[in-house]
């Protein structure tokens, strides 16, 4: 897959959530569903589920969400001020983005709403792709 942008693709498409799209996000997350099952499922529709599954990939992050009649908002960014991994997130991405940065970077705004798992979703996505790509 390169980077996370075929899932994201095939995310944003989705008309709502699936045991396939699951499927496809476990893959590309690298889980063993089989592991993670009951707590990340079902992950495409519920919204403890896809947080679940961010804080999984990402400890220490934190996260921004909201619904209107409009759009599904999402929005992850590390949080440099985390107690317990906030110094860790400052070693370990020392040149990452701060706060604001990372709006332009994870900030989901899909439409139509009532996805609002799958804009969460989507917002890893984004965020693990950043972090692969500042790897290199």
Not at 95 to 107: S, Y
């Amino acid at each position: 897959m390169n980077g996370f942008f075929e899932l994201i693709d095939v995310l944003e498409k989705s008309v709502g959530p699936s045991p396939s799209l699951d499927a496809q996000v476990f893959s590309a997350m690298g889980i063993d569903k089989w592991v993670e099952i009951p707590r990340l499922f079902p992950l495409t529709q519920s919204v403890d589920c896809a947080l679940a599954l961010v804080s999984l990939k990402l400890p220490g992050w934190g996260y921004r969400i909201g619904t209107c009649c409009v759009s599904d908002d999402a929005f992850i960014f590390p949080d440099y001020n985390d107690p317990e991994h906030g110094e860790r997130l400052k070693r370990e991405f020392p040149r990452l983005p701060n706060l604001e940065e990372w709006a332009d970077l994870t900030d989901v705004d899909l439409r139509p709403s009532g996805r609002l798992p799958i804009a969460i979703l989507i917002s890893l996505c984004l965020a693990l792709d950043r972090i692969e790509k500042e790897r290199r």
